[in-house]
Nanobody, 123 residues
Framework: QVQLVESGGGLVQAGGSLRLACAASGDTFSRYFMGWFRQRPGKEREFVAAVSWKGVSTYYGDSAKGRFTVSRDNGKNTVYLQMNSLKQEDTAVYYC????????????????WGQGTQVTVSS
């Protein structure tokens, strides 16, 4: 099974950018459909973006459309989330998730999760 480790979180001012990375190990990365989710304090886990096995298809939640870009590099076993024009409401713990089958936007469909990385957007 795959192990996932996120990195790239931190503190950024509103309007700034961050790129999150999620490194996979333990299995063939290209077999996994990959997603990004976030969880804000007191809120349920929310779908942010997802990318298909070869990176051909991408999917975005409403909060990410036009500002975030998901991509993957199967040669580096890594999925990325480029976040631009960050807002205070983007403050959350961001998680990457994977599954061998198409898992869409529902967090319950993903079997494998990273530990999360904190993103804090200040005013």
């Amino acid at each position: 099974q795959v192990q996932l480790v996120e990195s790239g979180g931190g503190l950024v001012q509103a309007g700034g950018s961050l790129r999150l990375a999620c490194a996979a190990s333990g299995d063939t990365f290209s077999r996994y459909f990959m997603g990004w989710f976030r969880q804000r304090p007191g809120k349920e886990r929310e779908f942010v973006a997802a990318v298909s096995w070869k990176g051909v298809s991408t999917y975005y939640g409403d909060s990410a459309k036009g500002r975030f870009t998901v991509s993957r590099d199967n040669g580096k076993n890594t999925v990325y989330l480029q976040m631009n024009s960050l807002k205070q409401e983007d403050t959350a713990v961001y998680y990457c998730a994977g599954d061998k089958v198409y898992s869409g936007t529902s967090y319950s469909m993903y079997d494998y999760w990273g530990q999360g990385t904190q993103v804090t957007v200040s005013s």
